[in-house]
Structure formats: C-alpha cells, structure tokens
C-alpha cells in the first residue's frame, strides 16, 4: 500500500499524524491486544480521544472513530483505512511472516527514512502500552528484550553526515530487525494455545 495514499487519506480525515506513526500505533494495539477495532485505531490518532483509553465505557471509543469513518466526504480515504487495518490483521495472523512496517520508500533520503523508522517504534510502543501491556519486566524475556530495543530504536536519528554505503546496510538491517521482532512479540504474546480466538473485541 502506497505511503502516500495512506497520508492523504489521514489528513482527509483530519487526523494530523503520519501514515508511518498510524501504522505503527495499529501494530503495537494487534501485538498487546491480539485484535483492535477499525475504529478505536482511527479513534486513538486522534490526541482528543486518548482520554478514553481509561475510560469506563470503551464503547466512545468506537463511537468516536466510527465518526470519522463515516465523514460523508471522505468514503474512499475510509475504505483505505480499513483496508490497512485488515491488511496488517491478516499479515500477523497468517504465520507467514510477510509482515512489514509502512515507512518511506527506498528512494527517499536515508535520514528521512531513519527518523520514520524511528516514530513507528515510539508510535509502536505507544500502542503496546494503550493495549495494556504497561511493564515490559512482565513479559516473556525474548518480548521484554525486543521492547527494550525498540525503545532505543525510537530515539534513532541520522546525523548531517554524508549518507555512505554502510549506513544503508545498517537501515536495512535495523528494519529487518523491527519486521522480524514485532512478528516474534506477536507470537510470544498471542500462542496457538490462546484459549480466545480473534474476534471482535472491544479495546478497553
């Protein structure tokens, strides 16, 4: 799916956050919680709902994102939205492991690419934490020491130095890390043996 078509569809929506922060607060709410609404995602982008994650009656949550969903002017921005969300729902359920962040394209600069890299984990992080997993010492160790790195990759940054051969391996294998990683903490997190299967749940 293309980045920017994600983009244009959160700014049509009035969600001020980029396609790569969304994406990885989605990822972060599917890995703590096994599944999450269409709608609390959406809802969760918006800094005005967040409030609601504490909230005893999670059904606003739904509503409040199911109200952007349903803007009247913006029916093919929705339609993507909710393509991304099964999309990435299917590509953690599969056990295929085709699972892949949405970041910049390879053409775009490295530290472009390096500074989105960097907000999916924050945003990433965030989304385990809105999901319920609030200390990661509580984890299975293999989680707890991917979480931990994922916290040092969110403060990543390129310096102003001339992008080299060497640092377009070193991004390339710190996304490959975060691909893998997150597929593992989904894994760790959400067995075969869970006795409740996917469904719709409500995130609360």
Avoid at 133 to 140: G, R
Wanted: aromatic share 6%; with cysteine; hydrophobic share 40%.
């Amino acid at each position: 799916m293309e980045i920017s078509n994600v983009e244009d569809a959160l700014s049509c929506l009035g969600l001020m956050v980029s396609a790569t922060a969304g994406h990885g607060l989605l990822c972060g709410l599917i890995c703590a919680r096994n599944y999450v609404e269409c709608e609390a995602w959406v809802a969760l982008m918006d800094e005005e709902n967040l409030d609601q994650l504490t909230s005893s009656d999670p059904e606003a949550l739904i509503a409040a994102g199911n109200s952007r969903l349903r803007h009247p002017e913006a029916a093919e921005e929705s339609t993507l939205l909710q393509q991304l969300h099964r999309e990435t729902l299917r590509q953690f359920g599969n056990g295929e492991y085709d699972f892949y962040p949405l970041l910049p394209d390879d053409d775009a600069p490295l530290q472009q690419r390096t500074e989105a890299l960097a907000e999916w984990c924050q945003c990433f992080l965030f989304g385990i934490a809105a999901g319920g997993v609030k200390d990661f010492s509580t984890l299975p160790e293999p989680v707890d020491e991917i979480c931990r790195d994922l916290v040092d990759l969110s403060q990543a940054g390129h310096g102003p130095t001339e992008e080299i051969e060497q640092d377009e391996f070193a991004y390339v294998e710190l996304v490959e890390y975060v691909r893998v990683g997150v597929q593992l903490i989904f894994e760790e997190l959400h067995s075969a043996s869970d006795d409740e299967p996917r469904k719709n749940k409500v995130l609360h």
